[in-house]
């Protein structure tokens, strides 16, 4: 339990990192912050995927880095837009989503589901909250993004754990749906996304099934950034292990052909052998 240390080889990363092969933890050392003053949520919209990765380049590459960066791409942001859409609502809330929307089509020129939506996070005293927010914002919006307020943002941070949890639920109900990550440096990241994509889409598609593969940006870096799947298709009956296994077997050999890490943060584990 110390701020930082320097004495060799980390023996500790070598047990936490090893899928519980060398070691069990039973006891831990947390760190504690202080709340912060403030804590403020917004979502800007680009016309498309690589204005949204530009974007989110500059700004880690910038003097301002918030909380909080999380860039979804086309199929991503209209899920988004239709479970903001379809969840509970009043006619003033409904009236304003369809302004909203009218907005950004007739004058803005930009279609919410042709868009891609960055989800803006930034905690800590009140001063520093309000001027990077308008530095990140001016950023953005110098790559053709559109402020689409707190709004969005804060619904987002609100219910960002309440998704993970419907996986078990589609699971029980026929769905086949998992997850995969990546991290690649930025020259790589167009690849490595549009590699895994089509690997995963093609996989699907070849049993004859309709894929829906989402991704988004969820860790940037000054260097480059980690990439996000989730894939869903209907379980084949009776084979659903080995559907899975095409699948991801798909996506690792394309992610790795770009570029890509084997994990960004879920780990390495009997599922990544045969690559590592």
Do not use: N
């Amino acid at each position: 339990p110390v701020p930082s240390a320097a004495q060799g080889p980390d023996l500790m990363q070598m047990a936490i990192g090893s899928e519980g092969t060398l070691g069990v933890i039973t006891q831990a050392t947390v760190r504690v912050h202080t709340k912060p003053e403030r804590r403020h949520y917004r979502a800007m919209l680009f016309p498309d995927w690589s204005h949204g990765l530009a974007a989110v380049r500059e700004v880690m590459q910038g003097e301002c880095h918030p909380t909080t960066m999380r860039l979804s791409d086309v199929l991503e942001t209209e899920g988004m837009f239709r479970l903001r859409e379809a969840g509970p609502s009043t006619p003033f809330s409904r009236f304003m989503q369809g302004l909203q929307r009218w907005y950004l089509e007739k004058l803005r020129h930009l279609d919410p589901t042709q868009g891609c939506i960055l989800l803006l996070g930034f905690e800590g005293g009140h001063d520093e909250v309000e001027h990077d927010m308008h530095v990140v914002r001016d950023r953005c919006e110098s790559h053709r993004a559109f402020d689409l307020g707190p709004g969005f943002g804060e619904k987002w941070f609100e219910g960002r754990f309440e998704l993970p949890y419907l996986r078990d639920t589609m699971l029980d109900r026929g769905i086949l749906i998992d997850t995969l990550e990546t991290a690649a440096t930025w020259d790589r990241i167009p690849a490595v996304y549009q590699g895994v994509k089509d690997a995963l889409e093609g996989a699907i598609a070849a049993d004859g099934l309709s894929p829906l593969v989402f991704c988004h940006v969820s860790h940037p870096y000054h260097e480059g950034a980690s990439l996000y799947f989730t894939f869903m298709a209907i379980q084949q009956a009776g084979q659903e292990l080995a559907q899975w296994q095409r699948y991801k077997q798909a996506a690792t050999d394309a992610l790795v052909a770009a570029g890509g890490a084997l994990s960004h943060h879920h780990g390495l584990g009997l599922d990544h052998a045969p690559w590592a």
